[in-house]
């Protein structure tokens, strides 16, 4: 049972692999000019599932891995909007929903930046939002860690029910 609070925050991260050949989709975005994409049992959108975690987070739900196991065969290939909503319908459940969003890429190459409004506009769409009340950054490993994306993502749930 979630406490009555008016807000609470919820927290979220994910990496994958890269491997060239492979698809990279951020945010429900398809990167284009990626030499590199996920590996991933879905379709490795690391913005996604790291949004999804931090939903889930925020009301002490648990992670995606419980509710979508990447051992399970039905979830192969599996568009990450799915994984996001069916964390947003457990959010509403409760009484709750997102506020605003702020999420951080760390991402070698291709740059990012020309991507920004169009990641956060996929997001906020995917929530339900204004594309105003989602931030996003973009950083590099500064050749640390290649072929590497990691994602972490900070939401803030308020009370709908009073
Ligand atoms: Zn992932």
Redesign the pocket.
């Given at each position: 049972m979630s406490s009555a609070v008016p807000y609470r925050v919820g927290f979220g991260e994910?990496a994958?692999r890269l491997e060239a050949g492979l698809p990279l989709v951020l945010g429900g975005v398809p990167v284009p000019g990626a030499e590199l994409g996920a590996v991933?049992h879905s379709d490795?959108d690391?913005v996604l599932?790291a949004v999804a975690d931090a939903l889930l987070s925020g009301l002490a739900l648990g992670d995606i891995g419980q509710y979508f196991p990447d051992t399970a065969a039905e979830w192969k290939g599996l568009d990450s909007r799915l994984i996001v909503q069916r964390a947003l319908e457990l959010v509403r459940g409760r009484g709750y929903a997102p506020v605003n969003v702020a999420l951080v890429v760390t991402l070698d190459r291709p740059k990012l930046g020309p991507l920004r409004a169009e990641i956060a506009a996929s997001v906020a769409q995917l929530l339900d939002l204004p594309g105003s009340e989602v931030g996003v950054s973009f950083k590099t490993s500064e050749g640390l860690a290649p072929a590497h994306v990691q994602t972490r993502v900070t939401v803030l749930l308020g009370r709908t029910e009073k």
């Open positions: 994910d994958h991933a490795g690391a599932h």
